[in-house]
């Protein structure tokens, strides 16, 4: 079985603040784990993600995670918030179904990133 | 635009009334899954295609929901008897299946709102 708890539902900063999103996730497996993003009316796009290579994973737009398996996190950071980083993000794990192949991606609820001018 | 694309984008329907919601993958995953999101919640997963078969469905996939991918390419999500409950994002994704860690790609979303 695997989880995903996102710690913060709305995390709001300032522009040029960093930006620290929380994720902690439970798995029976050795998951890989993944960052998305979901702007109002679009579609989940993938900013990074995690499959046992380095801890610390960089991702587009600046954001970066890092894979704590001590701490089983993965959050998500941002040295300088912009404008157009306000959106939702969801924190991922996953494994690969042995039977059907299928990746199974269990989300978490999402945190809402406001940026304030 | 070489994405996964999602058709329509809004649907309104009346409770009872039957709809079908299209989904194009990337031309070459053979993967697709269809996920459902409410809101405030991340997306949850309804069924899953390897070309043309579906190999796995969700316990919140009911009877009333049927899923199909012929021959391998587009597929559709049709719900029968809508009702308020089934008002949601649904989302499309494909994937390709070499290599362990594949990136699953998703569409826009049918937004559906059942009154």
């Known amino acids: 079985a695997q989880s995903v708890t996102q710690l913060d539902s709305h995390v709001s900063v300032s522009e040029g603040t960093p930006v620290l999103l929380r994720c902690n996730y439970s798995s029976s497996y050795s998951p890989s784990l993944f960052w998305y993003v979901q702007h109002p009316n679009k579609g989940l796009q993938l900013l990074l993600k995690y499959t046992s290579a380095a801890t610390l994973v960089k991702g587009i737009n600046g954001f970066e995670a890092e894979f704590k398996k001590s701490e089983t996190s993965f959050h998500l950071t941002k040295p300088s918030a912009h404008m157009s980083d306000a959106a939702e993000y969801f924190c991922?794990?996953?494994?690969?179904?042995?039977?059907?192949?299928?990746?199974?991606?269990?989300f978490g609820s999402g945190t809402r990133l406001q940026v304030q001018p | 635009d070489t994405g996964v694309s999602q058709d329509p984008r809004h649907k309104i329907t009346k409770r009872g009334q039957n709809v079908t919601f299209r989904c194009d993958p990337i031309s070459e995953h053979n993967r697709l899954y269809w996920y459902r999101q409410t809101l405030g919640q991340g997306p949850e997963f309804l069924t899953y295609f390897q070309n043309e078969a579906q190999l796995e469905k969700s316990r919140l996939l009911s009877d009333r929901f049927s899923a199909e991918r012929p021959k391998g390419s587009f597929s559709t999500l049709e719900i029968q008897r809508t009702e308020q409950g089934d008002s949601a994002m649904y989302l499309c994704?494909?994937?390709?299946?070499?290599?362990?860690?594949?990136?699953?790609?998703f569409g826009q979303g049918t937004r559906l709102t059942v009154v």
């Open positions: 991922v794990v996953s494994h690969t179904k042995g039977d059907t192949g299928r990746r199974a991606l269990t």
């Open positions: 994704a494909s994937s390709f299946s070499r290599g362990m860690n594949t990136e699953a790609f």
